[in-house]
């Protein structure tokens, strides 16, 4: 399992992000699950675990209203599996990574690819 975390996103976005991903891997959420507004404006964390696999079916690029930061997390092959699956669907820039042991997390952008 791997967890990936998502803001500074619309929500919609947000729902494209997590959509791309359940249509290639299991998941947590259900398939209509949509984040939900926080009142206040206050800075919104939405985040799914996906059980990576060795075979997964990539999607087309799929358009985002605005940027999308992603922070990914879990082992080596599930994070690097999920990263492959979003540079499928999204232009991705890496902003950081973090390893430890069994564990990495690396911090992306995403936006729409042109």
Do not use: H
Request: hydrophobic share 35%.
């Amino acid at each position: 399992m791997a967890t990936v975390s998502l803001t500074e996103a619309s929500r919609q976005d947000a729902a494209t992000v997590f959509g791309v991903l359940r249509t290639t891997f299991p998941t947590d959420r259900s398939c209509g699950y949509l984040p939900q507004e926080q009142p206040g404006g206050r800075t919104i964390v939405w985040s799914a675990e996906f059980e990576p696999t060795q075979e997964w079916i990539p999607t087309d690029p799929i358009p985002l209203r605005g940027s999308v930061s992603a922070t990914l997390q879990g082992g080596y092959v599930a994070v690097d599996q999920l990263r492959k699956a979003l540079d499928v669907a999204f232009a991705v820039e890496e902003r950081g990574t973090a390893s430890g042991d069994q564990e990495q997390e690396v911090d992306l952008r995403l936006t729409t690819k042109r």
